[in-house]
């Protein structure tokens, strides 16, 4: 499966984006969906996974409350509505699909390229 995000760019401290990560090529709606992140010098870290009919979510504690992760399966896409942004969660982000909706980067097969989020101060 081939995955492409979009959505990124440059808010202020309290603003909101929604990330879109279309999934082309095998059968979208048997993979579960992850959103990891990756900020300059850090390692890449878990956000938020989906399971495959949207049953069930799961979020890092940092963006709790803040983040929502969705998906359409009719249009072969999942989301990423991040809300009350903070300088800190300015971060490459990335979407991946794996068999289960696992926190553990490990688990997911395919990647998307990646869309940037920037949080201004």
């Known amino acids: 499966v081939q995955l492409q995000a979009s959505g990124g760019g440059l808010v202020q401290t309290g603003g909101s984006l929604r990330l879109s990560c279309a999934a082309s090529?095998?059968?979208?709606?048997?993979?579960?969906m992850g959103w990891f992140r990756q900020a300059p010098g850090k390692e890449r870290e878990f956000v938020a996974t989906?399971?495959?009919?949207?049953?069930?979510?799961n979020y890092a504690d940092s963006v709790k409350g803040r983040f929502t992760i969705s998906r359409d399966n009719a249009k072969n896409t999942v989301y990423l509505q991040m809300n009350s942004l903070k300088p800190e969660d300015t971060a490459v982000y990335y979407c991946?699909?794996?068999?289960?909706?696992?926190?553990?980067?490990?688990?997911?097969?395919?990647w998307g390229q990646g869309t940037q989020v920037t949080v201004s101060s």
């Open positions: 989906i399971s495959w009919n949207g049953s069930r979510k």
């Open positions: 090529g095998r059968t979208f709606s048997s993979y579960a």
């Open positions: 991946a699909a794996a068999w289960t909706d696992s926190k553990q980067e490990v688990e997911y097969e395919y």
